[in-house]
């Protein structure tokens, strides 16, 4: 047993206990009466000063001294006022970047003894905190070009603090798979895993921005979203400069008020950019809160901290499209036949009676509206029916589920009746199109063709190459396996070819 972060995490439900914000007393009428009655006496504990407040303004305040990953988990749940509420939302809303910055100074020590050079040879101009999250804090600049920047400066100390956390939340997991048997499906051990794989890849701006570079250019074959270049010269571990994101910050409420500006559409390009990225390029920003967007009207959106990069493989892409196309098309067979397939249901149970209860939770809130639909109602039945059909979660598609519940989080607060089906209508069916057409089948035939050619090519290479402990194969053997190859290579070329030809 990890002593010092089993302290650590019982002082953490200490701070919720007496912040009143593990139970909070606002939820009392919802709960059993056993619930209650134990919420009642821990909150006998609790502080009365730290009770001050709305629920989600004592949260945040705990979370807040809680440290970087419980900053993280109140970033996200403040993207949810579909099932908190936006009081509580907004509540929570200053943990994206209204956290306490450290002293210009230290920022400015820090910079120069990372880039191993003055800061006046880079930036004429080195300005105080803009914004401040719970790993870093950013300040305007001036490069010697003229060009006005961004720079990012990680907070002293902060890797020790993650390091950590990560054992507080390791604990946790390990605790709660123990002792609560049904969250075991839910793998709580592998998802706090990727969590802190996350959190350790966003300690270093260099990972970072070679993550900025891939999605700028990314980003850039779609109309969406974009990205600021990165000024690669002032790049280190502990800094990134970014060319200035034009727009205003949409953690700001007053921005969704700008003249001119479409939210509808707003909405739609947040939903449609990150489906774009994930589908067809498989690598995503996985950190898309309100914080990490720049608006501008009408419907402009530029995207800033790239430190929690998802990908996804082939494999996954197509899951994901076919489940997505399944739900658009109102076809629960075919999600539920793709269920199976990926893996995510066992195999013992049966795919029409999962396609039954996926057409119970679908039908109901098809088409509507957001504000028709209890987003707290639909996850509660989803996750009755997962448990009902012994889904386990996927660690590799963590980052994956998390920022479609953070966009679509985000698309709602924008425009409170935004349809995410529709929004995601276009980069689905556009997907569909290109990756399951006969001409998409036609191109893996033939490249499966030219697969096996190359194996074979490998083989009688090897052969050739075998030391001579038995006569060699004569030559007509090796022509007769190039003719084989030839033959495979050239019925998928030709299969290929019947394929196109009715769509050219």
Not at 392 to 415: D, F, H, N, S, W
Request: aromatic fraction near 6%; charged fraction near 25%.
């Amino acid at each position: 047993m990890d002593l010092p972060a089993l302290a650590r995490l019982i002082a953490a439900a200490w701070t919720l206990i007496r912040a009143d914000a593990l139970i909070p007393r606002e939820v009392d009428p919802a709960l059993p009466a056993g619930v209650r009655s134990l919420a009642r006496f821990l909150r006998l504990l609790s502080g009365r000063a730290a009770r001050q407040g709305r629920p989600g303004e004592r949260l945040a305040r705990a979370l807040e001294s809680l440290g970087p990953v419980s900053i993280k988990l109140g970033q996200v749940l403040s993207t949810r006022a579909d099932i908190f509420g936006a009081v509580f939302a907004e509540d929570l809303s200053h943990l994206k970047d209204r956290l306490p910055p450290f002293p210009n100074a230290e920022a400015r020590a820090l910079v120069e003894r990372e880039l191993g050079r003055p800061l006046e040879s880079l930036f004429v101009t080195f300005e105080e905190t803009l914004a401040a999250a719970s790993l870093a804090q950013a300040h305007a600049a001036t490069l010697a070009d003229g060009r006005r920047v961004a720079v990012k400066v990680l907070r002293p100390g902060v890797e020790r603090r993650v390091a950590s956390d990560a054992r507080v939340l390791t604990l946790a997991a390990r605790l709660v798979e123990r002792l609560v048997p049904p969250a075991r499906r839910l793998e709580p051990v592998a998802f706090a895993g990727t969590v802190i794989r996350a959190l350790e890849l966003e300690l270093d701006l260099r990972f970072e921005a070679a993550g900025a570079g891939e999605l700028a250019e990314v980003m850039a074959r779609d109309p969406w979203m974009r990205a600021p270049a990165v000024v690669w010269d002032g790049v280190a571990r502990r800094v990134l400069t970014l060319e200035w994101a034009d727009g205003a910050p949409l953690s700001d409420p007053a921005t969704l008020d700008l003249p001119g500006l479409d939210r509808r559409a707003l909405a739609d390009n947040v939903i449609r950019a990150f489906l774009a990225q994930a589908l067809d390029h498989g690598v995503f920003h996985a950190d898309l809160h309100e914080g990490n967007l720049f608006v501008a009207a009408p419907a402009s959106l530029v995207a800033v901290d790239f430190g929690i990069i998802g990908r996804l493989g082939p494999r996954e892409r197509r899951f994901l499209a076919e489940i997505l196309y399944g739900f658009l098309t109102r076809d629960y067979a075919r999600v539920a036949r793709v269920h199976f397939e990926a893996g995510y249901v066992p195999a013992r149970h049966d795919p029409d009676t999962f396609a039954q209860a996926l057409r119970a939770v679908g039908e109901p809130v098809f088409g509507r509206a957001a504000s028709q639909v209890s987003m707290g109602r639909l996850l509660g039945q989803l996750f009755e029916i997962t448990a009902l059909f012994d889904m386990r979660l996927r660690p590799e598609l963590v980052l994956l589920q998390k920022t479609m519940v953070t966009v679509e989080g985000v698309a709602r607060r924008i425009c409170p009746d935004h349809d995410i089906w529709t929004a995601a209508d276009p980069v689905v069916r556009r997907w569909i199109a290109r990756e399951l057409s006969p001409v998409a089948r036609a191109r893996e035939m033939a490249d499966e063709g030219l697969r096996v050619l190359r194996a074979l090519g490998r083989l009688v290479e090897t052969q050739a190459n075998a030391p001579m402990l038995a006569p060699p194969d004569p030559p007509s053997s090796r022509l007769l396996w190039f003719a084989i190859g030839a033959a495979i290579s050239g019925a998928a070329f030709l299969l290929a070819a019947l394929a196109v030809r009715p769509l050219v």
